[in-house]
């Protein structure tokens, strides 16, 4: 199945870039979505048009999520599956798939992380790390596939971090996952291109969220290192993730796939020894 092309309209016409854009008739699930990321990813999807199935670990932020999905003018089905193994990965597509009616596409953004030097990992850790970080995206991906070239093609993004980059100390397993995640997005898009299906990966900087704040933005030490390496020198905001994942989501990004897209304020780019204003 070739994915779907926009021909024969004027370049840059409003109804070509409205098209381009759109969601609308559309379904999308999106895990973590009652982080702070993940929420403001659900709230654009449905902005753009999209149907969204909610999943998270928090019923309380899911369905406050939801009111916002609704009170756009989009549908919105809470689906509070656990992915902690696989069998319930592939439940959860399936109660989307069920609640939508359709599924064109999957955002895996769950993701947990447990800080410690390497040598005091323990395998309870290893394995919760690696289990929701990796093997769910797999299984889940895996489960959407079908239903993907069913609709004939659609959209995954899996959310990344610059630990798919960069070696980061005490998140040695976590670096791990999130550095599989992006070549595991790469053969995703290969193998499945003829299905009509793109696969991309989304890298947030470090952005301003709850689960941030404490550990970076209010740790004194860790914040100046971080302002003096960005080169936008503040924190993102979920906000200014979703522009990268709409283009990525819909129909403007028909032959954009395998990438890894880093939204960082220009973190990887490199930084400057000289003083600011110099």
């Given amino acids: 199945m070739r994915p779907t092309r926009v021909t024969n309209m004027p370049p840059y016409s409003p109804s ?3 098209r381009l854009f759109s969601l609308h008739g559309k379904a999308a699930l999106v895990t973590g979505a009652s982080g702070g990321l993940g929420s403001a990813i659900a709230e654009a999807l449905a902005g753009a048009g999209a149907s969204v199935g909610l999943n998270g670990t928090s019923p309380a932020k899911l369905e406050a999520v939801r009111a916002h999905v609704e009170a756009s003018g989009a549908r919105a089905a809470v689906l509070p599956e656990r992915l902690d193994d696989i069998e319930s990965c592939r439940s959860l597509v399936r109660q989307a798939r069920e609640a939508l009616g359709r599924l064109d596409i999957l955002v895996n953004c769950a993701g947990i992380n447990r800080r410690a030097a390497l040598e005091a990992v323990t395998p309870e850790d290893f394995d919760a790390v690696l289990s929701l970080n ?6 889940l991906s895996q489960a959407a596939h079908p239903h993907l070239r069913e609709a004939g093609g659609g959209k995954i993004v899996n959310i990344g971090s610059m630990a798919s980059h960069l070696g980061l100390a005490r998140i040695g397993v976590y670096g791990m996952a999130k550095s599989a995640l992006a070549q595991l997005t790469k053969t995703m898009a290969v193998e499945w291109a003829r299905d009509g299906i793109q696969v991309n990966c989304l890298c947030p900087g470090f952005f301003r969220t709850p689960l941030t704040l404490e550990y970076f933005w209010e740790t004194p030490h860790r914040k100046r290192w ?12 979920p906000e200014e993730l979703v522009g990268a994942l709409l283009l990525l989501v819909s129909p403007a990004s028909s032959y954009i796939t395998g990438q890894v897209l880093s939204v960082d304020g220009g973190f990887l780019a490199g930084g400057s020894w000289d003083p600011d204003g110099d």
């Avoid at 990796?134 to 299984?139: A, G, I, K, P, Q």
């Avoid at 302002?227 to 905001?237: D, F, M």
């Fill in 134 to 139: 990796l093997r769910s995206v797999f299984f």
């Fill in 226 to 237: 971080l302002l003096e390496r960005i080169p936008a020198r503040r924190a993102g905001e």
């Fill in 16 to 18: 070509l870039l409205q």
